[in-house]
């Protein structure tokens, strides 16, 4: 499984969103987008999972174009968190995540979707909230139930949008290990992120936009002090503990 990103461009009316985008994702790539607000993050996502119409450039999943995709196929080859998800309907937590099961389902679950949604559940610590309403959980409890519902999608291909925004830190490292581990069983795993020192303790990519374009992309060695002073317009310092490398902002550029 690949995704091939060719001379892609978007624009909202008259403003370039992404420009001349061209990058490569396998299985087994957790890709960490980083950039600053306003740089494209979330846009690129969008226009991978066809929430975006794309014009200009290409992209390819698994060798087939994008645009040959059913909707119903990509749903099942796709999963994707956005950055926020309001709540309205008058759900469960159970029956929430058991929507992630939708691409796959009739009318009725089969004992196997009872039983993965429950095994989930316990995995991101949600069993204790499964007949709860969705409207009685905090935001951080409603962001680990749906990378739930998108993880029982048994997507190829997951795309998260901040998923660790609104998390407590036992609980960022728990999802982040969870990703990484799904990851190493073959998933692409796709996620935009503001936290510098997350994405330089378990993402194998990382992608730099600035301003719509793809400023730098590589392994670890693209934190250097120099990419982040161009990247955020900040002043900050490089340390190696553990062979674990740590970027501390120190000031803005004046």
């Known amino acids: 499984m ?23 994702m396998e299985s087994g790539d957790l890709v960490t987008i980083l950039g600053p607000n306003g740089s494209g993050k979330s846009t690129l996502l969008k226009c991978i999972v066809s929430i975006l119409k794309t014009n200009d450039g290409a992209i390819h ?6 645009k040959s995709y059913t909707p119903r196929e990509l749903s099942q080859l796709i999963a994707y968190i956005p950055q926020s998800e309001i709540c309205t309907m008058e759900l469960n ?9 939708k691409p796959y389902i009739g009318w009725h679950s089969s004992q196997e979707d009872l039983e993965k949604t429950e095994r989930i559940l316990l ?20 962001q680990r139930v749906y990378i739930a519902r998108a ?10 949008d901040e998923p660790t925004a609104n ?4 609980h960022q490292l728990k999802v982040m290990e969870l990703l990484k581990k799904l990851a190493a069983e073959g998933m692409i795993i796709i996620l935009t992120e503001h936290d510098i020192n997350m994405a330089s303790r378990y993402a194998s990519k990382v992608i730099m936009l600035r301003n719509g374009k793809v400023f730098n992309c590589g392994d670890n060695s693209v934190f250097s002090e120099e990419n982040i002073r161009n990247l955020y317009d900040i002043h900050a310092s490089i340390h190696c503990l553990h062979d674990q490398i740590y ?5 803005i550029v004046k």
Request: net charge negative; proline share 3%; aromatic share 8%.
């Open 2 to 24: 690949n995704i091939e990103i060719n001379n892609l461009s978007f624009a909202y009316k008259d403003k370039l969103a992404l420009d001349d985008i061209n990058l490569t």
């Open 61 to 66: 999943i698994d060798g087939r174009s994008q």
């Open 93 to 101: 937590v159970f029956d929430t995540v058991m929507l992630g099961r």
């Open 123 to 142: 995995e991101l610590d949600l069993e204790e909230f499964a007949f709860r309403s969705m409207q009685t959980l905090s935001g951080g409890q409603r």
């Open 151 to 160: 993880m029982i999608q048994e997507p190829k291909i997951l795309l998260l």
């Open 167 to 170: 998390l407590d830190i036992y």
């Open 247 to 251: 970027v501390v902002p120190e000031s």
